[in-house]
């Protein structure tokens, strides 16, 4: 699904790969741990890398967008104890396949941006949870980090300084869930992954209880670039408060669907553009900007929207991950909705009752609508579960299986409509 192009703007992370050179020399080449190499060298003081992540304007790419330099600035460096540092590559989102590539094709970016993190918050161990389904890539990230600790870039003393830093790779089974920052730390920690209740928040009681500081591979994978170019440069290649560059994952009905690297506030029509338009020309009609959970919007309203958190949030929806999914005219979205409600009732932990029963209820429901046996009732009835699944779980899958139900009935009620009445589709057929 994923290929290589150079259809980039400004990109950092995905810039000059090209499928042979991912590995350390190459990296070195690019001008790779030169980041880690001048803080220790130059004793750089942590507090000095935080301020910079805060004024480059970093927000988390794993979906929810919070302030990374803040973030880092909440772990208790001087916490007697052992703290950790983990990475989150359990990307599982329906759409989304970014973090994929960056262990597939710069592998290092990622271990000198977790390593310039342990130095920054005072850490000593860190841990990767890679997807189960990226096998693959789990076999290639623990190459890069044997190459890594050969070359002294992780490991004790690193590079003749006082800091050590232990990195260990660690291979989920697939679950949806792990993704989630606790699930994913009770699975490291052997469990079943299940999320826990917050407070307390990992930063203060995180893996086996100790404060731990989770990130997303892309959030990372950022760093080396931001302090190589200068924290400012970064915010600047945004928009204020949406700094940097963001890896788009563009998927569904256009020509080229891949990875792209864009600034942030790059409106949407451009990386349409990059994506080599719509598949065989035909109209858009609906965009899933932020990985499955984000509410969908109208065609040509995202045709008038820019990628960045603010934006699309005006617009009525999520930046999320960065995953969108763009859908033709001849998509139907009772079988869209039908195929995105399936995910989450099968991808529900099953913890909390609301989510466990609703997610199902509401595929069961929208599963009735597509085949014909749908009743006018439903779409209210629809809502409703999904209000009732909203902002009452532990966690926010709940939200996530919530939020396409109602975004889907509101934008395409008539859709939803037709199919009860007719007891088929309003589009014909889908070509594909
Ligand atoms: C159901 C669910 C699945 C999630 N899946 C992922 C994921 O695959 N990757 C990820 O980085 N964050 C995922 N998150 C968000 C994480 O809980 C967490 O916010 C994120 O890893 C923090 O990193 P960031 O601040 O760098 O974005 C998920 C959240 C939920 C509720």
Redesign the pocket.
């Known amino acids: 699904m994923t290929s290589l192009h150079n259809r980039h703007i400004n990109p950092l992370i995905l810039k000059d790969l090209t499928g042979d050179n991912w590995r350390l020399a190459d990296y070195v080449k690019r001008g790779g741990y030169s980041a880690l190499r001048r803080i220790l060298e130059e004793k750089i003081a942590p507090e000095q890398i935080i301020a910079d992540l805060k004024a480059s304007g970093l927000?988390?790419?794993?979906?929810?967008?919070?302030p990374?330099g803040l973030?880092w600035s909440f772990m208790p460096r001087q916490f007697p104890g052992q703290k950790y540092l983990v990475c989150?590559?359990?990307?599982?989102?329906p759409g989304?396949f970014k973090?994929r590539d960056i262990i597939r094709y710069n592998p290092h970016a990622l271990i000198e941006g977790m390593a310039i993190g342990a130095y920054a918050m005072g850490i000593t161990v860190g841990y990767n949870y890679i997807?189960g389904e990226i096998f693959q890539e789990y076999l290639r990230f623990e190459e890069a980090l044997e190459e890594a600790r050969a070359a002294g870039f992780l490991g004790d003393r690193i590079l003749g300084s006082d800091f050590s830093f232990q990195l260990h790779a660690h291979h989920g089974y697939g679950a949806?869930?792990c993704?989630?920052?606790?699930?994913?730390l009770e699975s490291l920690e052997g469990k079943k992954g299940q999320?826990r209740f917050k407070p307390p928040f990992p930063a203060s009681f995180g893996l086996y209880g100790k404060p731990t500081t989770?990130?997303?591979?892309?959030?990372?994978s950022a760093v080396p670039f931001i302090l190589n170019i200068g924290a400012e440069n970064y915010a600047a290649l945004g928009k204020p408060n949406n700094g940097g560059t963001k890896i788009f994952s563009i998927s569904g009905d256009v020509e080229r669907p891949g990875n792209y690297e864009v600034p942030l506030g790059t409106p949407f029509a451009k990386l349409m553009e990059l994506a080599g338009g719509m598949r065989g020309g035909k109209k858009i009609k609906a965009v899933i900007p932020g990985g499955s959970s984000a509410p969908v919007i109208r065609g040509e309203i995202m045709m008038e929207t820019d990628l960045d958190y603010d934006s699309i949030a005006k617009a009525g929806s999520m930046l999320g991950?960065g995953a969108v999914i763009v859908m033709d005219e001849t998509r139907c979205m009772v079988k869209a909705l039908e195929r995105l409600s399936y995910f989450y009732y099968e991808?529900s932990c099953g913890q909390c009752t609301p989510c466990r029963e609703g997610t199902g209820w509401m595929y069961r429901m929208i599963h009735r609508i597509e085949h014909g046996e749908g009743r006018q009732s439903d779409l209210d009835m629809l809502n409703s579960i999904a209000d009732n699944i909203q902002g009452r779980t532990i966690?926010?899958?709940g939200?996530?299986a919530a939020m396409p139900v109602r975004a889907f009935i509101k934008q395409f009620r008539e859709e939803f409509e037709y199919h009860v009445e007719h007891k088929h589709c309003l589009v014909p057929v889908s070509a594909y």
């Open positions: 927000r988390g790419r794993g979906g929810a967008g919070f990374t973030k989150n590559t359990d990307e599982g989102e989304t973090d997807h949806y869930i993704g989630e920052e606790t699930a994913l999320p989770i990130n997303n591979t892309e959030t990372f991950s991808e966690c926010a899958l939200d996530a």
